[in-house]
């Protein structure tokens, strides 16, 4: 059984203590803003095709950096072993932890939308999917990011890990051009990854149009992901946590 | 002299163990941290768990508490096996680590409710423990205050009160009052007894041994990983008690080295505040070979006191036996 208070209660304080600080806010924020007003300036009638792109790319690093800094900072202060002195399991630790990173993905996220359509009248074709692929990217990409913070000790080993992969998944997930349009020996490695699925979700809901006819494919293959990095992350944790 | 409270009345049963280690090993690769501990500790009791660096009390205390997986033997807080039932023995025992490791960005106050969150206390009866432990541990005024923001003493303080939050049976304690100034030291150590007193097994790690004996009913001496020494710190001391000691106040200024020479019985001879201390095995010839020197040298014994050896005196020489033998890997 996970015990909801004591996930809660790790997800509340991570937010209190990291995630609302103003810096963390503004470097969420402030890149993908600009990169997209840049993209509008420069040509208003197709900004939205790159839209979801950047969308997903801002998850992608934003929630692997967070949740990789948050649990290494804390392994090096030694807050951690409070987490593994309380009486709780590895699952509630890392649901806690992956929790409060994806409610920061997300918010992030919201904002940013929330801005674009303020500022350039951006609208949601289907919200109900924009938020499932928002929600979906953010736990898979906070539970990367605690992958790569349990197996090492310092913030900046956590980095170097965590680019080893995401900047091939940047390359090969049709972040910046639609996946027909990927060169066809990229195709079958896109379709493996989990930004690809999460852009193609985002896709769906800003636009209303994907390289997939529904919303039904890429949920499912970022349910397998998620399910895959959290059995992952548990196995991590069990060998390593306590290091 | 043992000072700390006795946990059992004179001829009523004593308390059943709390803490059994039995046959507890564990290697670091090809270091072997520990070989073969065994100890219990009772209900009520203070237990010093003393050792040089490297020792092997951290690892003890890390298996102890759930954090590391042992290699061998058996480990059991209240009959519970940390290794089987970990989030079970975690409700039973608060843990001090050598470092103060809470928060530094949350209050005094929020670092307590926070852990009282995560032990599962209820929000009233968490505001109440916390409001509780500020006072005894004398930081209500600084219950706003960041815990970063305080000094060594006062962080080494909410540390333990941290520990207390859940008001647990056992309380492990590594090196508590390391780097604090006397006053602190002294006003940690009687919180401790304060502690012990309101019924709280304690095990306490530590490098001063003044404090061990002030504070602990048994004492374990573990060295290379080892179990050297068990008991209480008079039968620890009576182990070494083949040396005895005496005070001695000559009548005129005396040269260490010309009484090392006219008395070989004696071992060891060291200034004292007041005179000298003398340390040797037989007495009569020690004594015989003093009177003697004095005899010749035109002096006077003014004073002559027995001295006990001290717990301090009885580890260093139980280190020294354990050292000396050959055979250890680490």
């Known amino acids: 059984m996970m015990p909801g208070r004591q996930v809660l209660a790790i997800s509340r304080k991570d937010v209190e203590s990291y995630y609302s600080k103003p810096p963390l806010i503004t470097w969420g924020l402030l890149l993908p803003a600009v990169l997209m007003l840049s993209l509008y300036v420069k040509d208003p009638g197709t900004y939205l095709a790159i839209a979801p792109g950047i969308i997903a790319m801002t998850l992608l690093f934003g929630n692997t950096s967070m949740a990789a800094i948050v649990v290494t900072f804390e392994k090096r202060a030694g807050t951690f072993e409070r987490l593994l002195l309380a009486p709780i399991t590895y699952k509630t630790i890392i649901l806690g932890k992956t929790l409060s990173a994806a409610a920061y993905g997300l918010a992030t996220a919201l904002v940013l939308t929330g801005g674009l359509r303020f500022l350039v009248g951006l609208r949601l074709t289907q919200p109900q999917v924009f938020a499932l692929g928002l929600t979906l990217g953010s736990m898979c990409f906070s539970l990367l990011g605690l992958m790569a913070a349990v197996m090492v000790r310092e913030v900046f080993e956590a980095m170097t890990l965590m680019n080893f992969f995401r900047f091939p998944l940047l390359f090969v997930s049709g972040v910046f051009m639609p996946l027909s349009q990927l060169p066809w020996w990229l195709q079958p490695l896109a379709l493996a990854s989990p930004l690809t699925h999460t852009v193609e979700l985002l896709r769906l809901g800003i636009t209303g149009t994907s390289s997939f006819p529904d919303a039904l494919l890429p949920s499912l293959a970022m349910v397998v992901w998620l399910l895959v990095s959290w059995l992952a992350t548990i196995s991590l944790f069990r060998r390593r946590a306590s290091e | ?330």
């Open chain 2, 1 to 330: 002299m043992n000072r700390g409270s006795s946990p059992a009345r004179p001829g009523s049963p004593p308390p059943p163990p709390v803490i059994r280690v039995s046959g507890l090993s564990k290697a670091y690769g090809s270091l072997q941290a520990l070989r073969e501990v065994n100890f219990t500790v009772r209900r009520g009791e203070i237990l010093a768990y003393l050792g040089p660096n490297g020792a092997g009390k951290t690892t003890t205390i890390r298996i102890l508490s759930g954090l590391l997986d042992r290699d061998a033997g058996e480990v059991e807080i209240s009959g519970r096996d940390v290794a089987v039932e970990p989030v079970t023995v975690k409700r039973l025992i608060g843990v001090v680590p050598d470092t103060s490791n809470l928060y530094p960005e949350l209050s005094c106050r929020r670092n307590l409710e926070y852990l009282g969150e995560l032990y599962g206390l209820s929000r009233s009866l968490r505001r109440a423990r916390a409001a509780a432990l500020l006072d005894l541990f004398s930081l209500g005024d600084r219950a706003s205050a960041p815990f970063g923001a305080l000094s060594h003493g006062l962080k080494r303080r909410l540390t333990i009160a941290a520990a207390l939050v859940h008001d647990p049976e056992v309380l492990f304690l590594d090196e508590p009052t390391t780097g604090l100034d006397v006053p602190s030291a002294r006003a940690l150590r009687d919180l401790i007894r304060d502690i012990n007193r309101q019924g709280k097994t304690v095990f306490l790690t530590t490098h001063n041994l003044q404090e061990a004996e002030a504070l602990c009913q048994q004492v374990v001496i573990l060295i290379k990983g080892r179990v050297a020494a068990w008991g209480t710190p008079a039968a620890i001391r009576e182990r070494v008690s083949r040396l005895r000691l005496l005070e001695v106040t000559f009548s005129g200024a005396v040269n260490a080295a010309q009484v090392r020479q006219a008395c070989p019985a004696i071992l060891s001879l060291t200034a004292s505040h007041q005179g000298w201390r003398l340390e040797f095995a037989d007495t009569h010839s020690a004594l015989a070979q003093l009177l003697a020197f004095c005899e010749s040298a035109g002096l006077r014994l003014e004073e002559v006191s027995a001295s006990g050896v001290s717990l301090e005196e009885a580890f260093l020489e139980i280190l020294q036996e354990n050292l000396s033998e050959p055979g250890d890997a680490s």
